[in-house]
């Protein structure tokens, strides 16, 4: 098995697909009024990072870091293809995500998920991920977890 996480557009075939795949995953656990899911432009904007995990050289997984401009950035569109639970690949991603946050000064990643994904919520708890009141442009919403990771 080589896993590899690199920085890569997200108009790919594979990516879409991965997006898709999560669009479809977050409408079935969720009304979407609480599904706050962005799309391949707001991806592709020069604010965002996109990476992707490969296994084989075939896309296994994707997250995003958006700048908010403010010193901090937001975690989105994280997502592991069901096929590949189980290697790891939402930690190297988050390996990663923390790493390109502070080569860029980043202060803290926050970021929104669902209460109905505790895998997620214990990935991110796990990675140092505290609980946090709503931020941005967020409302409070009794289906939303809010969390943040202090980098400095």
Known sequence: MTVTIAVEPP???????LL???DAYA??????ESNHLVDISTLE???VL???ARNEAAIVGCCALVDAGD??????????DPAARG???GKRLLDEIVNQARSRSTTA????????QPEAIGLYRAYGFEDIAPFGSYKPDPLSLFMEKKLF
């Open 27 to 32: 409408a079935s656990l969720y009304p979407a």
């Open 50 to 52: 996109f990476l992707v």
């Open 45 to 47: 904007k020069p604010s």
């Open 87 to 89: 290697l790891r690949i």
């Open 11 to 17: 108009r790919q075939p594979e990516v879409i697909r």
């Open 71 to 80: 010193g901090t950035a937001e975690i989105k569109r994280m997502f592991v």
């Open 20 to 22: 898709e795949l999560s």
């Open 109 to 116: 990643i926050r970021l929104e998920t669902g209460i109905h």
